[in-house]
Structures are given as C-alpha cells and as structure tokens.
C-alpha cells in the first residue's frame, strides 16, 4: 500500500505558526470590537475573583472566546459553568450578529 500525501502541493505546506498568527490577528479584531456590556455581563456572570482571571478575546460567529489562566479554571468553566453563562450572555443588549451562542476557553 502506498502512502499518498494529505495535501496535493507539498510546496503550499505552511508551518502551524502561520495559521496561530493569523488566528491571533482575526481575535484581535473581534476584541477591539467586543461590546462594553458582554464584558460588564462576563465580569457579572463569573464574579470578580473568576473574571481576573480570564480574558475575553472577542467574538467570531456568535461564538465568545476566553483565555483562562488555569487549566482547573478552564475545566470549571466548561464542565460547570458554560451552560448558565452561555444563558446569561445570550440575554446582553447587542447587536443580532453578536449574540452568544457558545464559549471556547483558551490557555
């Protein structure tokens, strides 16, 4: 059996840190968009001691996007929390096409 390549031009193969980069670049136009009342609503929903150590990146696709300090933190969220955040963000006061509709947490 012989072993075909996963991409049809080896020549347009590009290390993963330019895909992480341009990643980080499309968040960071999301955050500098991401509305005063999602942050107000995160800090809220979370509790202070919880909300300094997270940050919110931004939000693509009805999706938001925050950075923990903490892999435990992390899995609380995700495992305990999301669901009730998910359910007190999706209520903010913003615009259609920035309604929350899940959460990904990052280290």
């Given at each position: 059996m012989s072993h075909q390549p996963l991409i049809n031009n080896p020549e347009a193969?590009?290390?993963i840190s330019e895909f992480i980069t341009a990643f980080r670049k499309e968040i960071d136009k999301t955050r500098a968009t991401l509305p005063a009342a999602v942050a107000?609503?995160?800090?809220?929903?979370?509790?202070?001691r919880?909300?300094?150590q997270t940050e919110l990146m931004g939000i693509k696709k009805r999706?938001?996007?925050v950075k923990v300090k903490s892999a435990p933190l992390m899995q609380?969220?995700?495992?305990f929390k999301k669901k009730a955040l998910i359910q007190k963000l999706a209520?903010?006061?913003?615009?259609?096409k920035n309604k929350i509709t899940d959460i990904k947490f990052l280290l």
């Open positions: 193969a590009r290390p107000q609503a995160w800090r809220e929903a979370v509790g202070e919880q909300a300094a999706v938001l996007f609380e969220l995700n495992t209520g903010v006061k913003t615009s259609a």
